[in-house]
């Protein structure tokens, strides 16, 4: 028998945790790690596990590493705090947790997101594979600021069980995390040692338009696929609008 350590990270996710953590059930421990919320999310947390911990923020790889050392088992599964564990997905866990895993060491999981009241099928967002149930003894999460990944020892397997994503209650909180996520994107640019070209900031919004709306099928899912892909592109066109400023603009 398999157990599982189900792992969350969050900050002031009140609206989102319950939901999360409901769906975690399942599992054999629940830890989520808090980066010091103002809001009740500490309090919601502890109705469905005593495993709560504070912790500062570090960044999105340090805190996702500090979460894996608390994990019991040798197992774990990463879940964010607007991300839901669809019931398909549960039962292929359990059923792995029941017959065994074998010589692999970590599966990707396809996530769905709901967005503008549907679920996204097109424009890249789908079945966008993510590596969240692994061997804590042969992974660990490695990046930047931004778009961490789990490296893993080993065979990689996927899964079809999806993990349920509720990244944007609305377009204000889309560009807010937008604005957010493209600063850390330059900073990270900055420390590799990139510089914007004025094709940077001229074609590459373009081309990312192009690629999310038409190679990826955005025009499928009619206006709201307009929408990610013009979203696309102005992350595209402010990571490296920031990264300009950085060089221009003393501290």
């Not at 997905?89 to 792995?96: Q, T, V």
Request: charged share 25%; net charge positive; proline share 4%.
């Amino acid at each position: 028998m398999v157990k599982v350590s189900a792992l969350v990270i969050a900050h002031n996710e009140e609206k989102n945790i319950r939901r999360c953590l409901e769906s975690l059930s399942w599992a054999d421990e629940v830890i989520l790690v808090d980066a010091e919320s103002q809001d009740g999310t500490v309090q919601t947390a502890k109705e469905y596990t005593q495993r709560v911990y504070s912790q500062p923020w570090g960044g999105f790889v340090a805190q996702r590493n500090w979460a894996l050392q608390q994990a019991q088992h040798q197992w774990v599964l990463f879940l964010d705090a607007d991300e839901v564990i669809s019931p398909r997905l549960r039962e292929e866990i359990e059923a792995l947790k029941t017959k065994g895993i074998g010589e692999c060491r970590g599966f990707e999981i396809p996530r769905k997101s709901f967005y503008l009241g549907g679920w996204v099928n097109h424009c890249g967002w789908y079945p966008n594979y993510q590596l969240r149930l692994f061997d804590r003894k042969e992974g660990k999460w490695e990046g930047g600021m931004i778009h961490e990944k789990v490296k893993v020892q080993g065979r990689v397997e996927r899964l079809k069980g999806e993990i349920l994503h509720y990244p944007y209650p609305d377009l204000s909180s889309h560009l807010q995390r937008l604005d957010n996520y493209s600063t850390l994107k330059a900073e990270d640019l900055y420390h590799q040692g990139k510089r914007p070209h004025f094709w940077d900031l001229l074609f590459r919004p373009f081309f990312k338009f192009l690629k999310m709306f038409f190679l990826r099928f955005g025009f499928l899912e009619g206006m709201r696929g307009l929408i990610i892909s013009c979203f696309g592109a102005y992350y595209s066109f402010l990571g490296y609008a920031k990264l300009f400023e950085k060089g221009r603009v003393p501290r």
